[in-house]
């Protein structure tokens, strides 16, 4: 069973990478609304984040422009750009070496 300060992190490492879930999301299954995203994170980590989070970073995420957000009529989706497709592409190709250093901190 995880304590409280173990719980905390895990929550805190997941919110780090938000932007890289996301993107490894909408290249899976593109295009996710903003409240799919957040059922998403709820769905495989078992908490859920505010929707301010959510909508803040999706926002930062179009300034950068890694996704862009189209109206429909009720709700807002996301979908990749090519910047994006290519970043999450570059970082999937990466993650090994990310692995290798997680196991030598772990």
Known sequence: MENKFVKNMRRR????????IFLSELKKNQ???AYALM????????FLISA???Y?????????????GEPTE?????????KGN??????IKRREELF???????
């Open 13 to 20: 490492i997941i919110k780090n990478f938000l932007d890289t």
């Open 86 to 91: 290519e970043t999450i592409d570059i970082l």
């Open 52 to 54: 301010g989070t959510v």
């Open 74 to 82: 009720n709700k807002r989706i996301y979908k990749l750009t090519q």
């Open 100 to 106: 290798q250093y997680a196991k030598t901190v772990f």
């Open 39 to 46: 059922n998403l994170v709820h769905r495989k980590f078992g």
């Open 31 to 33: 295009p996710q609304s």
């Open 56 to 68: 803040a970073l999706l926002y930062a995420m179009e300034r950068k422009e890694l996704v862009i």
